[in-house]
């Protein structure tokens, strides 16, 4: 048997501290406050940027996620593990996607952001952490009674190739349209002047650091819903070391870096409404869980040709919109004016998709 | 052959969830789990023993691969 050593319990820590301490440093390098990386607010930026939605200090074509699944795409390539697969129900995982981004923008972080805003000493972390455990464990109840959404199927070479495609395209279009200072748009793309969205590290260090952390995480299998799920479901750690990893990691790398500042209040790109703070991540919770992964996860699965991953990439991406378009996303001023209908919709979606979708044995 | 299992094109958690709810019915000491991911392999070759069984592979093509599960 071929020994893959990231798999290992050894190997999915060392995975996870690695990405707990390059978060921290992207950062310093002038990555948003607690947002070193975070997946559904990146993707949001992203959306920002193709002017999907016009709230115009979260606009930004965010390297670190194009990195994530070029870097997922080598290594499944390179590790002959590149497997073109789609068709597990993509309708569903698109609507999972959408809901999942709604959520996590209403809490105004997914999983990876909940855990370096712990790290970063924002208390209101921990009432989000809490929310995406409920939400994960109510999607392990489905798994028990049967919940499935079906088998995908080997496809051609090329459908594995569509999502890395995309990414070099948004790669290419950023490279063709780049940032000029004072610029709100450059060419097709938008960037913010001011806000999160226009806090970046350079361009090539982004890239670069996901690429690494996408190589690292495609081998390892990193996924922080997995973590909890499988600690619930099946009382196994392997995953959850990996996640715990990550979080002593930036703690102490924030320390270090003087980035560390706890309390509730005044925290960065933040609200302290803990009840929304909790229901936000419980919707984005089952979400992942129902979908089969951490929109980290989703990322390097895509990379790695599964195209039904690609479609929740997709999901997010267009939830994102939506969630600025129709005022569902959170601001440190508290939640938007339609956020905590869109929850309470969410959660409905959610449970009619976990209660009609299971399989009787 | 009753005693397979087949996670084949099935995303997280199933081949575990499968492989597991296969074993605690007590009935076989020997399982076939047929997996398409390495994923799943390795999830399904850990999780399987963590529980005191057996793991081996017996067939690998291109795609796919058959894990043996022994119980001692």
Known sequence: MKLNFLSTRTGIILVGAIIGVLAPILQKLGNPPNMGICVACFERDMAGALGLHRAAVVQYMRPEIIGFVLGAFLSALLFREFKPRSGSAPIVRFILGIFAMIGALVFLGCPWRALLRLAGGDGNALVGLAGLGVGIWIGTLFFKSGYNLGRSQKTYFSVGLIMPLIMFGFLLLMLLNPFIPGQAKSGVLFYSLKGPGAMHAPLLISLGVGLLIGVLAQKSRFCTMGAFRDLILFKQTHLFSGVVALLIAAFITNVILGQFHPGFVHQPVAHSMSLWNFAGMVLAGLAFALAGGCPGRQLFLAGEGDGDAGVFVLGMIVGAAFAHNFGLASSPKGIGPHGALAVIIGLIVCLFIGFSMRKQA | ?72
């Open chain 2, 1 to 72: 052959m009753s005693n397979t299992i087949d996670t084949r094109g099935l995303s997280c958690p199933q081949p575990v969830l499968l492989m597991l709810q296969a074993i605690e019915k007590g009935q076989n000491n020997e399982f076939l789990v047929l997996v398409d991911t390495e994923t799943a392999k390795e999830n399904v070759i850990r999780a399987a023993t963590s529980k005191g069984w057996q793991a081996s592979i017996v067939e690998s093509k291109e795609n796919e691969s058959t894990i043996l599960l022994k119980k001692e």
